[in-house]
């Protein structure tokens, strides 16, 4: 005896299983205890479906091979390696399981059929049937649907009080370029086994990509393809070098559509115009933005360092804050002015083009001599944001012996946000010994380290939030090492005064 037996595992791979049974020779009689009894077993297998004994059992009609593979909705083979796109070389044919029913019935029916409904991009799930005018033919998922048995209970018993027969006929579909996901397309051009890029950075109208280079040949249609699929997307780019420390901006190139790189963004509420081709923009800092904003209260004092074109500074001043915006890129700070306009906070931000060293001992300085030098009922809380992770743990050197006079009560002693990158096993611990290292001081007990995003492999993006202790920030401070590091008591007011922010970094920090 043999019996054929459809494996499905999990969903997708389908294979035809052939089982050859020992022979039985006891009597005929004992077949069908036998086959009840294997039957029993293999129902209790997740995925199996018999096929054989057509007289005993229900039975689906032979299903192609190619079918019955995961790759049904793949485009046709013979795209891999194509550079140019050819829209028109996506054209395919798949036999497709339909379900005939009577066309005033389809909507009650369909909300009962989400299930088995095929969903494919730009295939409708209802169609006319070409031989009757008075029935439409519902397209059913072919790796769900493959006879009638493959209804659910609950699926069936609405088609029984429909009167609809759960008889599942073929249908030949054909598919075209419209019909493909970009992941879909992109799979079946490029070399087998190789990364397929399905994600990019939206930046208004624009899709920022960061190829890599076994993706480089194909760089033209992955562009079109990227505009194509994804609706508001008119142009995409390609950024062809690593971000310019000086002004944060990068080469770039167009890889298809638009050459305009004017766009609008909104984020947060906010609205954000700019010339991405020559400022700094990560839409994925959207969180990290609202995260720093929330810190800040009513009255308090907001120091931006490098400020690019406003994405902390004019949140923070619609809190109706005080904020001293900087940025060395002259096409951030003519953008910083525009959007501060466009959002209107051009009265609470004052905003300057200077190096980030040159704003800290400049126009930080003097507001820090006023600010700290305030009656206690009058001082507000003052937070220096420092947004440049490439080399901002360098620009910390600037506040060493910042200030001259008496320091002030360290409650009131300004909260630094350093953003740095780390490629160390313990990413926090290695930003806290670098800025500890460039401020002199030990930040072991008296900070808080925050994950802010992976970047690359094994490449963190972390932010770091500490007190500027007196030591540190005032001249001819007469204090001994051991008051530099922490005593008791600050350590116990710096933890209280981070108890909401510190976070822990992975299972290293």
Not at 171 to 188: G, M, Q, V
Not at 254 to 266: A, D, F, H, P, W
Not at 294 to 306: H, I
Not at 418 to 446: H, M, T, W
């Amino acid at each position: 005896m043999v019996l054929w037996i459809l494996w499905r595992p999990f969903g997708f791979s389908r294979r035809l299983l052939k089982l050859e049974s020992h022979s039985i020779t006891e009597s005929k009689s004992l077949i069908p205890l036998a086959w009840t009894s294997l039957t029993q077993t293999l129902s209790e297998a997740p995925g199996i479906f018999l096929l054989g004994q057509r007289k005993r059992f229900s039975t689906m009609p032979e299903i192609e091979t190619h079918e019955r593979d995961s790759e049904l909705f793949s485009p046709p083979s013979d795209v891999r390696g194509m550079t140019k796109l050819d829209r028109t070389a996506f054209r395919k044919t798949v036999n497709i399981p339909v379900l005939k029913v009577r066309k005033e019935i389809v909507g009650r029916l369909m909300r009962s059929l989400r299930r088995a409904a095929l969903q494919r991009p730009g295939i409708k799930r209802v169609i006319e049937d070409p031989e009757d005018k008075e029935s439409r033919l519902i397209m059913l998922d072919p790796y769900k649907i493959f006879t009638h048995d493959s209804f659910e209970k609950a699926e069936l018993s609405v088609l029984e009080q429909l009167n609809v027969s759960p008889q599942i006929s073929k249908y030949n579909l054909e598919l075209t370029y419209e019909n493909f996901k970009s992941e879909e397309i992109l799979r079946a051009v490029l070399p087998e086994g190789q990364d397929v890029t399905s994600g990019f950075s939206r930046v208004g109208h624009i899709a920022h990509l960061n190829l890599r280079d076994h993706q480089l040949p194909f760089k033209h249609l992955i562009g079109q393809v990227m505009i194509d699929k994804n609706p508001g997307i008119t142009s995409a780019v390609n950024k062809i070098n690593n971000i310019d420390n000086m002004y944060r901006n990068f080469h770039m190139e167009v890889l298809s559509g638009e050459q305009n790189m004017m766009t609008k963004v909104r984020e947060n509420k906010y609205t954000y115009e700019f010339d991405f081709s020559k400022v700094y923009w990560n839409p994925r800092l959207s969180t990290e933005h609202s995260r720093i904003t929330e810190l800040l209260k009513p009255g308090d004092v907001l120091f931006d360092v490098f400020a690019g074109v406003g994405p902390f500074a004019i949140p923070v001043a619609k809190k109706n804050c005080t904020v001293f915006a900087n940025d060395l890129n002259p096409e951030s700070h003519k953008w910083l002015l525009h959007n501060c306009k466009l959002n209107k906070v051009d009265q609470k931000v004052k905003i300057f083009n200077l190096d980030g060293k040159d704003f800290l001992q400049g126009p930080v300085k003097e507001e820090l001599m006023q600010l700290l030098g305030l009656s206690k009922e009058r001082k507000p809380s003052v937070h220096i944001v420092m947004n440049l992770p490439a080399k901002a743990i360098e620009f910390l050197s600037a506040f060493k012996w910042l200030l001259d006079g008496q320091p002030c009560s360290n409650e009131f002693l300004p909260i630094v946000h350093c953003y740095s990158f780390s490629k160390d096993a313990n990413p926090a611990e290695d930003v806290r010994q670098r800025a500890g290292a460039v401020l002199g001081i030990s930040l072991e007990a008296c900070s808080s380290v925050h994950l802010v995003r992976n970047v690359a492999p094994n490449k963190e993006m972390l932010c770091i939030t500490f007190q500027i202790p007196a030591a540190v920030l005032y001249k001819n401070q007469t204090k001994n090492a051991e008051n530099h590091e922490d005593p008791p008591l600050k350590r116990q007011r710096t933890a209280e005064a981070f108890s909401d922010e510190k976070t822990q970094i992975a299972s290293n920090t």
